[in-house]
């Protein structure tokens, strides 16, 4: 199979794995929003002042909401990788049906790349999502969940960044390859 048929056979495969990701992360999202919406404005206030064994009610309907919702945060993580994966394989075959090949190691180095930065998007997101509720146990909490976000955030943003640079790396040297060639040639 050549690399431009190969190039085809993983394009559909990104079409199908969005065709059928795109409507369950549609849904889980509605249904996470919604939860939080209710939670928020509804739940929470209502039970301000009232207690459940000794347990703040606000915090027990915040602890019950942080499940609900991390459930479906995970069903919708999973559709997105498989949505990542998709993609960076049909990145990594676009891009090598150009040069004629394409590497295990850069197919890696694509996945590795888009995944770090979606995970970022992913764990920011969802710590402006819990943080009010992360709130109502003690900001204490919030501001220790906060700093481990920004550190693992920079650990995983430097590593797509070298995972790309191999990739960016590799094209310079062919790229490099060919004006020596031509510098010869001449």
């Known amino acids: 199979m050549s690399v431009s048929e190969k190039a085809r056979e993983v394009y559909l495969e990104a079409v199908r794995e969005i065709r059928d990701s795109v409507p369950k992360i549609i849904i889980n999202i509605g249904i996470a929003v919604l939860i939080w919406v209710f939670t928020k404005y509804i739940f929470v206030p209502?039970?301000?002042?009232?207690?459940?064994?000794?347990?703040?009610?606000?915090?027990?309907?915040?602890?019950?909401?942080?499940?609900?919702?991390?459930?479906?945060?995970?069903?919708?993580?999973?559709?997105?990788?498989?949505?990542?994966?998709?993609?960076?394989?049909?990145?990594?075959?676009?891009?090598?049906?150009?040069?004629?090949?394409?590497?295990?190691?850069?197919?890696?180095?694509?996945?590795?790349?888009?995944?770090?930065?979606?995970?970022?998007?992913?764990?920011?997101?969802?710590?402006?999502?819990?943080?009010?509720?992360?709130?109502?146990?003690?900001?204490?909490?919030?501001?220790?969940?906060?700093?481990v976000v920004v550190l693992w955030s920079v650990l995983m943003l430097l590593r797509s960044g070298r995972a790309f640079s191999r990739i960016v790396e590799e094209y310079a040297n062919e790229w490099a390859d060919k004006l020596e060639e031509r510098a010869k040639s001449e």
């Not at 991390?70 to 990145?91: K, N, Q």
């Not at 888009?114 to 999502?129: E, W």
């Open 46 to 147: 209502i039970s301000l002042g009232y207690q459940f064994i000794g347990i703040p009610l606000p915090q027990l309907i915040s602890l019950v909401m942080l499940v609900a919702v991390a459930v479906l945060v995970l069903g919708i993580i999973r559709e997105i990788f498989d949505i990542i994966d998709a993609l960076a394989a049909y990145s990594a075959y676009e891009l090598g049906a150009r040069k004629g090949e394409v590497t295990d190691e850069e197919l890696q180095n694509y996945k590795v790349g888009f995944r770090g930065i979606i995970y970022v998007i992913i764990i920011a997101l969802l710590f402006l999502l819990f943080k009010d509720f992360l709130d109502v146990f003690h900001p204490v909490l919030s501001a220790i969940v906060l700093i």
